[in-house]
Structures are given as structure tokens and as C-alpha cells.
């Protein structure tokens, strides 16, 4: 009996102390999964229950044109805050600051009596605010700097720089497409909690700060951008027009020099523009090319070997009949040839031609321009136009004259820039080098030849034939350039009604593409003037703007004339400030109501950021340019500002 009960109890001993080490081995098991394999994610969900994070505005890198101006920057400007637990008189605060921040005093006294921590007062505030507040030394309001957008250029190239949100994210345009490059990092202020998840205090000092972005340098050329918009604002006002693009390319390499929509909008203050306004029709909006695209069907033709130089063909005296359909010319001919059908713009002989060549060899000469297919340029939103798949009936005829078929500015450029340069297609870019905050190149682009299109005979052959359409008795006769040789095709096109989805009667789309010097082709252009008003036809109202953008750029970059002159072609203005319309010299002659006409301050001596400080008290725009002290302004102090186009000051860093 005693000895069982001794067996018992060690059996209960050997139980309960078994039970004791593996609640043991629990208990260490448990702290080593806490302790070891999860503090990692334990500290940081204890940091987040006593510490809450203000996310700070990351700073963007510039984007630059070709010599190193500034098109976008960051800015720094201070974002305002309040600390209610740090405030004892939350409505004496309020009645100061009220009238101040332009806001309800009331809105004031309810952020001020809430047990939060940190409250936003007042993100990028002016500088002449900020220092207004600063120097009140208001307890519990405080000031952190972030970064701020600011696109010193005003309207210039604003459709292909874009803008960013808040955020700041990019939203269009470059800044879009190079968000990921362009964006630095966030920093981030802390605030602290008790252990009920409380506001307690904030950390006077930023904790992180934001580092900047990579740096973008453009193919774009400010100066030739500003010749180019002020050229197709000319032409789009003057024919009272719904509105335009132009479009500088060079011609051998695909470098995008400029690229202009009219109307314009302001990046700085966007949110006021419809998103029409907004929209890079260069890129996203396709149009039947009409006459332009005779080019094309011509270069495919000789180079395929079905036609020659030399052939004639009858123009049917302006009427020909195809089944139930009858093809027009505006003006009759007879007999013309192949040069001939493109200097008068024959829609019959462009028709014969296309027969001859067939639906497979032209369409696949089609596509080997580029048409029916994205460029691949380095932007958001690109239009790949429209191509048939498949030609029925007459489509052979029409599209061989650029009817039943849509391109972007950017596509037809691309493709007149392959028979400037002998036969290359290249792939259009505008990004040139990428630099890190430090100034150090990080990554370089070189232009891309896509494939060859045409023989360089074909295209020495088409270049001569387009160069009769700016001579005598040509239909671009207004796009000729004193002392070059200009090549050049017109076009006046058809707009389809969207209601009806027939072609409007009265609405066109008047049109000049073409290339200079016709014998050594330094730039590609295009005009397209988008529903003109009067006489609609191409020659009239896009050809003088080519010849307005060729001229002052072929002199701004210094091509001198190979052939003899009239008159000597104006210069532009360096490159460091605008060009002066030669039209409105004087100062105070620009008629825009923009600034309601504001008097120019003396900016002379004063800092980038003092000149901002002064254009946000007063309300105006002004384009400003390079960095350091203000050395140079126009108009002079004291005179009318009636515009933004002439209206500059030129900084220059300090010795």
C-alpha cells in the first residue's frame, strides 16, 4: 500500500513537472519569437503608436532646355503649422492670424482648441507672410520649409513641360513622363503620442529632410520655342482660328527644338484651364493631313520604281470619275508632271499615281513612314493616328492625297524629316541628358535611326520637286525664305463633322510642312492652323508662319544665306531673353490684358525669391530668366505692363 502510494506520487511529480517545462518552453519559446524574430516589426508598430509622421513635400530636380535654362524648379518656400496643445490663447491667436491667412477667425479658434498635436496653418506661403508671421514669434506656430513648382518661363513650353498636383506628382508632359526620375524623396517631420495614442508634443526640427531629383536636360531650344509661339500665336489670331501647332525639328537627328500649341496656358496656376486647354495637340490630336501627304505617295511611287521623274499625266482639266465618285482639283489643268502635281497640289494626278503604286505597296510604304503607328516620343498621351487595314472602293484614290487618313503634327514631321535627310526615318526624342542634383551626367540619349525609308536619290528627287511649291506660281509661295532654299508642301484639309460624321463644308485645316535649307536641311517645320476663318487654304494662312519661324531661327542659329538676298533677315535676341516682335518694338505697345495693365516695379538687384515675393503681392506674371540677382527687366521700371510675351527680367548669378 505504501509502495503505490510512493509510485503515485512520483508519477504526479514527473506530470506536474513536465507540465512546469513545457509551460517553461512556452514562455522562452513566446519572448524568443517576440524578442528576436519579430522586434523589427514590433518597434516600428511602436513607434507608430507613440510617434505619427508628417510627410514633407519632396523636392522635384529641374528641367532645363539645351543651354542649361531653367523651363521648371523647386522652389523653396515655408509651409506654416500650429501646435493647439502649445497655444494658450487660442482665441487671441486666431484674431491675429485671421485677417492674415484670409480665413474665418472661427475655423482658427476650432484648429487651435483640438487636442492634435500638429495642424496645418498654411502650405508654401509667400515669403513676405511667412516673415510677417515669423517675426510675431506667436507661441505654437511654426514654420518647416518644403518644395514648391514654380515654372519661371510663365506660358513658354508649358505644354511640354506640363505641371505637377500637390503632391507633387506630374500630371502631364515631361513631368509625367519622367515622374519616377524627376521626383526626390520625401522628408518627414514627428510628432509624438502618449501611451493613450494622445498628441503630446512635436519635434521642433525637421527629422528627415527631402532630397532632390534627378535633373532633366530637353532637346528644346527656349528661344527657337519662343520664336515658334509667337509665329503660330500671329497665325491663329490673324485667321481667327479655333486654334494651332507648330512643331522644329532637326532634320537628321530627331531632336525636338520646339514644340507650340496656341492657345497656351500657365503652368503655375493651371487648375484654371479646361482640360482642352491643357491637352499637347502635337502629340494627342490626329488630323487628315489633306495635300501634304502627296509627298508621300509620290517618294513611295519613285522609289518603288513605278513612276519617273519624267512622266506626264493627265489631270483631267479638274474632274475625274472614279465609279460614283468625281475627284476635284481647285484649280483645272491638263497635262502635269510629277513635279507639277505636287507645285499646284493635283488631287487627280496624287489619285493616278496611287493606282499605279496599289493598295499593298503603298499602304506598306505608308507604315514605313510612320504612319498608323506611334513615334515613340518621350511624352504621355501620343495619338497613333489612323490607317485602313483594308482599302475599299476609292480609298486607294483619296488617301493617296491625304483624305480617309489621320496623323499627328508629330508623325507628319517625323516622316518629312526622313526625306530631308535622305531616306532615315528617326525616332523623335526631347530628353537629352539626365543629371543627378550634383550637376553630373547620369545618362545620355543619341538620336535613333527607326529604318530607311527611301533611297537618298528618291529623296534628293522629292526635296528638288517640294522646292517648286515655294517658287513662282507655287502654292507656298508665302513660306519662302529670303537667301535659302525652302521645301515645302501645302495642305488645306477637310474637317470631319462630329454630329453628322460627314465632312463639313465650310471647316478646314489649313496646313505647311517643309524643310531649310532645301540643300542642306537643318530643320524640319510645321504648321497646322486648326478651323481658320476667311480664306482657309494653307498657303495663306500657315505658310507665312513657317517662314516666320524659319527665318528668325535659321538667324538665331547663326546659318548664314547660300543664296542671293533681298534683305537682310532680322536676328533674334540671345538666347537668355526673348525675342522683340518686330512689329511692337517699343515697351509699352504689347496689347494683352493679362496684367490689366500693372506698372513694372524697379527689380533691378533683387533676388529670384524677392521677385516672387513682389509679383504675388501685386498680381502679376512675369517671365523670369537664369538665376541669381535681377540685372537686367522689360519694360524699364515705371512703365505699363499691357502683356506677358515682352515682359521679362534677366537674373545673373553674383560674382
Known sequence: MKDEKEKWARVRIVIIGTIFG????????????????????????????HQHRVELTPARGS????????????????????????????????AILAPILGVPKQELVAKFSSNKAFTWLERWMPPYTALRIKNMKLPGIGFVPESKRFYPNIETAAHVIGFTGRDPNGLEGIELRYDSTILG?????????????????????????????????????KTIQFIAEK????AVTESNAKNGMALVMESDTGKVLAMANYPTFNPNSYSHYSLAQLRNRVVADSFEPGSTFKVFTIASALDAGVIKESDVYNCENGNYRIADRTIHDDHPHSRLSISEIIKYSSNIGSA????????????????????????????????????????????????SFGQGVSLSTMQLVTAVSAIAN????????????????????VQHFEPQALRRVISPETARKVSKMMETVTGEGGTGTKAAVDGYRVAGKTGTAQKVDPVTHTYSPSKRIGSFVGFVPADNPKLTIAVIIDEPQGVKYGGVVAAPAFKGIAQNTLAYLKIAPNMPTTKTPKPVESKNAPAADPETDSDDTIDDSTNDGAVMPNFRGMSMRGVMQVMEKRGINIRLIGSGRATEQNPPPGHAIKGTGAVWIKFTPSA
Open 352 to 399: 493616278k499615281i496611287g493606282f499605279k503604286m496599289g493598295e499593298e505597296r503603298l499602304s506598306r510604304y505608308l507604315r514605313n513612314f510612320g504612319f498608323g503607328t506611334r513615334t515613340g516620343i518621350d511624352l504621355p498621351g501620343e495619338s497613333s493616328g489612323y490607317m485602313k487595314r483594308n482599302w475599299y472602293g476609292i480609298d486607294l484614290a483619296t488617301i
Open 185 to 221: 524623396n520625401t522628408g518627414y517631420m514627428i510628432t509624438e503620442r502618449d501611451a493613450l495614442g494622445r498628441n503630446i508634443s512635436i519635434m521642433n526640427t525637421v527629422f528627415k529632410d527631402s532630397s532632390p531629383g534627378k535633373n532633366i536636360v530637353l532637346t528644346l531650344d
Open 231 to 234: 509665329e503660330l500665336a500671329k
Open 422 to 441: 535622305g531616306g532615315t526615318l528617326m525616332k523623335p526624342y526631347l530628353v537629352e541628358r539626365i543629371l543627378d542634383d550634383g550637376g553630373n551626367e
Open 63 to 94: 528641367i532645363l532646355d539645351r543651354n542649361g535654362t531653367p523651363l521648371a524648379e523647386s522652389i523653396h518656400m515655408d509651409s506654416c503649422y500650429a501646435e493647439p496643445k502649445n497655444i494658450k490663447d487660442a482665441d487671441g491667436t486666431a
Open 22 to 49: 513545457l509551460m517553461f518552453l512556452t514562455v522562452v519559446g513566446r519572448v524568443f519569437y517576440l524578442q528576436i524574430l519579430k522586434h523589427e516589426d514590433l518597434v516600428k508598430k511602436a513607434d507608430r503608436q
